[in-house]
């Protein structure tokens, strides 16, 4: 009946219940509820359908389908603002390879090297097989004009993943420009008109570094952004400091054979943030032996040098880093939480706590 | 005709920065830097604790956070009268090293080779080299989909004189796919000592976190013994070869002549004279280095804290809109004149000493082959020869470190962080001089402040109206095609920008 029937799926989790949009291209809009079904593979998944789970099937306009979608996500407690993201549906990239457009803004670049550290697939892989990456100015080709009208056609088009790397700076546009104007006003055009975007990095996930207190720019995360310039995209917060590689590959890759992947409150990846640092760390039988460092020459469990493994939502301690030689812990360093929402964002909760019977510790005790 | 051109934003570095030249009967006659992003870094330390620094300004660049994070250990070592013992200092030259090889290596292939080697060389390949074809077949799969940008990131390019020479564009469009492996690599050598890259949770004042195994050293000397091969059979040959194709940028890009390093590496005991010195070179003549001699100028810059002033009491008020401003980089002088940092500086002033005659020697043998003298250095190829020979040198000394540890034995010193205190790390990163100046009141920090190597280099006027380094090196550059400024991004490009860090 319909040339290509393309998939285009939302999904958001509440504290209990996962909240799934499905939209047939063409003139068909169907509705899905289900607990379970992102969780199965995509077999599994195709069969739920034809056996006629769904929940509802009718021909709307999309207009119509966005005033469900708002009356839907009303419904189900997501509130006003949760609505436009569900109503934007996402597209399964239909060439197996998304065009991305990677922007920077209040950014150090770090999750880019990060990304250049992927292992399997290496960078060349990235760079070839899983992406069509139109536009990154760390390694694009097309610079000064070039590179603008690179990016506008990009834009133009549509059809394109935003990455959006660094937190925008709202208090102050001017303290991050490019081609003349600035990044924010880029950055708002760009995701009027992405089919998703992604939050690379803690800066651009929940604000970071840029958005601590004493901050000069007036920095905020891109949900932030998105939410003062009323854009509503399906969203994904892939928070680290940097983002390690595999997060950005495996997202991206869940996006094009997938969908949108599983997310939690902060809409993170539930995949890879849903364990705490503490749950997976390899010092958690000192932990549970008391056999805590006082000092950084020490073995044992970290905590008393200020470790916030506890309260950090992150695989990285299991995933480790760089092709997986080493990790924070590993190598004796107390996580800092720098996948957290709250990294380094008050002065008066120091990154190392040295010799602190701190509220941590009695809270771990608790548990 | 006069004609006035915008590069904005220059790709191919890090971060943002955007260029402004008159061009004249074909050359450069004036040019303006600016660095177009500020986040507000020194601001944010105020009223930390002061080793929250170490890990914040490592933020403030993902290519180099290791030299500011050692630069801020150092600054903080000063202020809490501690050192860290021999094998820590030997694991954070290992860790600085395996960034610098990383940061050299991306910035030849990934950032600059592609304004020099012609991409498009790979339709007219004929041979079986494995990453050539594979190439091939995406260029031809990827032009097949008639999509927008079908061979981006590659294409579009400026129109401009690249290569012609067969052996050169293949070896370095096959070089640039295994340096993508090469840089990743090192930055695994470092991470083997320092957690992870970027951003090294295991630099601390003192030391690093890291212990010693021989599995460590294993695999750390495996890792770099590959590397420094690809450094001398492809990295150093590809430079070669580039500056054979295009001779005539011995001439171009020249800049301002006066160098400057504060040295780098710390030196393990028993060694001898170190080869990365503090120096400076004004005028042709070795100078011995004085950090009070280091002003800031914000006359042209978008703050409004006093121009003038040494960065140990320094300040970065934002000004936004400020009169006259046209760039978030400061400008900053040494006794008040404009400086080129980098590893041309390195190697220049190593050079100039003539202390380690392994030095002297590789530089001897790559002018001859070139055959030029050391006089062509100060130039565009002058600066990315400078980058690969200090590459092997780098990754020679390495091999010499890591012989040097020491399993079982501490790899940080204990330290008190006083209530009060002063200190200064100055150190290098791969781009050039990076100075962290440090100031502790009750046992907090009551002032920060960073002068960071594109600072340096990419700084605008300072208050006598001296154009900073890459401005005066862009004067007088040829540009043929004023629609396709390649010349002036090679240029600026020489200089491995880093913004993030130079405006911070």
Redesign the interface.
Known sequence: MHKKCVWREIAKKTSSTRFCVLVLIGTHFEVLFNNSIWGRSSSQRSSIFTKGHLVLQKNISRRDFTKLATALAGSLGLGAAAAPRTATALEKLAAGKPNVLWLQALSCSGCTVSALNSYQPDAIDLITEYMSLLFHSTISSATGSLASSVISETIDQGDFLLVVEGSIPLGMPEACMSGGRPISELIAKAAGRAKAVVAVGTCSSFGGIPAAENNPTGAVSVRDFLDSESIGKPLINLPGCPCHPDWLVGTLVHVTEFGMPSLDDDLRPTMFYSKVVHDQCPRFADYERGNFAESFSDSGCLFKLGCVGARTFSDCIHRRWNGGVNSCIDSGAPCIGCAGKDFAKKADFPLYRIGQEDALVTELAQR | MNRKI???????????L?IRVDVEEGKVITAECSG??????E??L????P??AQ??MQ?????C?VAHGIASCMAQEEAYGVAPPQNGQLLRNLIQGSNFLQSHI?HFY??SA?DWID?AAIQKYEGSDPTLRN?QT?VQTQIE?Q????L???????EGNYADDALTNEMGLKNY?IA??M??LA??M??????????A??L?P??V???VTARKVA?FRSALKRVATFIDDAYLPDVQRVATAFPDYFEVGRGCGNFLTYGMFGQPTGSEEPTFSPGVLMDGKLQTFHQDQITEDTCYS?FSSPSGIHPSSGAS??D??KDKAYS?IKAPRYAGQVMEVGPLARVLTAYKRGTDPNLVNLVDKYLEALAVDATALPSVLGRHLSRALEAKIVATKMLEWVEMLAPEE???T?FTIPQTGTGAGLTEAARGALGHWLQIRNGKISNYQCVVPTTWNCSPRDDEGNPGATEQALMGTPVNNVEN?LEA?RVVRSFDPCL?CAVH
């Open positions: 915008t590069i904005d934003p220059l790709t191919r570095i890090e971060g943002h955007s177009e992003m500020f986040r507000g870094f601001a944010i105020q009223g930390r604790d080793m929250d890990q914040i933020r403030i660049c993902g290519v956070p991306l990934h950032l592609v991409l190439l995406w989909t999509q927008l940008f079908p981006a990131p590659l294409f579009p390019r400026y796919v993508l492996e840089r990743a930055h695994q470092g991470a083997i000592w320092c957690g992870k890259l970027p951003h949770p295991g601390i003192g030391g976190t890291e212990s695999r978008r008020a934002p936004p809109h978030w501490p790899t940080n204990p400024p991004a993030a």
